[in-house]
């Protein structure tokens, strides 16, 4: 289906079930951007492995939040076995990389079968917005999508949220319904739920990209010679009514959080200009002399 900006809401109910039928175990690949110890991956590991799926953890040896889509060219990239952090019968190595580095190792290197799912996450949190073009953990789940698996990355919209069992069983909801189907060639689902009680959230929705904007984003300070260094420590400016492109009935990633509800965003690699081509600049003609 091709989405304008005259269609509908799919069901917001779809995914919302406590828990699905079971269905026929799945290899899945997980990684993320706050690395091999931190409590959100192991919980959705362990959440992944209680349903019976097969499950393989390779993700940065140490936090690597914030690196984007970055790739290890310069030096050699090492993985150890970190099993023992994990529930059993999960594999899982801890690697020198980035997220984008785990996920092509696990690919190219690591796993025994290919998955059938790359989960990334569950990130300790949000990636909201335009903010997905920084994230670790969204590029880790991208790396999935342009090696041509279903992917999906999955955050908590909180830095001091830590309960992330609920997060878990939506996130693998989502993807063991998603997966009933065909899964969209180039689709990559963004996965954000709100830092709430379980009584409190409200129904999953389909949403847009938000436009994010930040403010006092560097603060300067001085080392202990005098010399100026500069921190990026920028606050989020809260808007609920910027979105991208998408269905004009479809609200924002920031706006669907604030309400307190989970935020489901369908995303893509492919970054090529959606606007008017009568925008674009004038081409300048290539003199004979530049050939």
């Given at each position: 289906?091709?989405?304008?900006?005259?269609?509908?809401?799919?069901s917001?109910?779809?995914?919302?079930?406590?828990?699905?039928?079971?269905?026929?175990?799945?290899?899945?690949l997980?990684?993320?951007?706050?690395?091999?110890?931190?409590?959100?991956?192991?919980t959705?590991?362990?959440?992944?492995?209680?349903r019976?799926?097969?499950?393989?953890?390779?993700?940065?040896?140490?936090?690597?939040?914030?690196?984007?889509?970055?790739?290890?060219?310069?030096?050699?990239?090492?993985?150890?076995?970190?099993?023992?952090?994990?529930?059993?019968?999960?594999?899982?190595?801890?690697?020198?990389?980035?997220?984008?580095?785990?996920?092509?190792?696990?690919?190219?290197?690591?796993?025994?079968?290919?998955?059938?799912l790359v989960?990334?996450?569950?990130?300790?949190?949000?990636?909201?917005?335009?903010?997905?073009?920084?994230?670790g953990?969204?590029?880790?789940?991208?790396?999935?999508?342009?090696?041509?698996?279903?992917?999906?990355?999955?955050?908590?919209?909180?830095?001091?949220?830590?309960?992330?069992?609920?997060?878990?069983?939506?996130a693998?909801?989502?993807a063991?319904?998603a997966?009933?189907?065909?899964?969209?060639?180039?689709?990559?689902?963004?996965?954000?739920?709100?830092?709430?009680?379980?009584?409190?959230?409200?129904?999953?929705?389909w949403?847009?990209?938000?436009?994010?904007?930040?403010?006092e984003?560097?603060?300067?300070?001085?080392?202990?010679?005098?010399?100026?260094?500069?921190?990026?420590?920028g606050?989020?400016?809260?808007?609920?009514?910027?979105?991208?492109?998408?269905?004009?009935?479809?609200?924002?990633?920031?706006a669907?959080?604030?309400?307190?509800?989970?935020?489901?965003?369908?995303?893509?690699?492919?970054?090529?200009?959606?606007?008017?081509?009568?925008?674009?600049?004038?081409?300048?003609?290539v003199?004979?002399?530049?050939?």
């Amino acid at each position: 289906m091709i989405w304008t900006k005259d269609s509908k809401q799919p069901s917001e109910h779809k995914f919302s079930k406590v828990r699905l039928d079971a269905m026929n175990p799945l290899n899945i690949l997980i990684s993320n951007d706050d690395g091999v110890f931190a409590e959100g991956i192991r919980t959705l590991a362990s959440a992944a492995a209680r349903r019976g799926h097969k499950v393989t953890v390779v993700c940065p040896d140490q936090e690597r939040s914030a690196t984007g889509h970055g790739l290890t060219l310069q030096s050699p990239i090492r993985a150890e076995r970190a099993d023992e952090l994990f529930t059993d019968g999960v594999k899982a190595w801890g690697c020198s990389g980035t997220p984008a580095d785990c996920v092509k190792l696990a690919l190219f290197e690591l796993l025994d079968k290919k998955p059938d799912l790359v989960l990334s996450g569950i990130n300790h949190g949000p990636n909201l917005g335009t903010d997905v073009f920084c994230s670790g953990t969204v590029a880790a789940a991208l790396e999935g999508t342009l090696e041509g698996f279903p992917s999906m990355a999955i955050s908590i919209a909180s830095f001091n949220w830590r309960n992330f069992d609920f997060a878990g069983e939506l996130a693998l909801n989502i993807a063991e319904e998603a997966l009933k189907g065909p899964w969209p060639k180039n689709l990559l689902l963004n996965l954000n739920i709100p830092p709430c009680s379980i009584e409190e959230i409200g129904s999953l929705k389909w949403t847009r990209l938000s436009i994010r904007h930040y403010e006092e984003q560097f603060s300067k300070r001085k080392d202990p010679r005098g010399n100026p260094y500069f921190w990026l420590a920028g606050e989020a400016i809260k808007d609920l009514e910027s979105a991208g492109d998408g269905p004009s009935d479809w609200i924002s990633d920031v706006a669907q959080i604030a309400s307190k509800a989970p935020s489901i965003t369908p995303i893509q690699p492919d970054l090529f200009w959606r606007g008017e081509i009568s925008d674009l600049p004038k081409l300048i003609e290539v003199n004979q002399e530049f050939r």
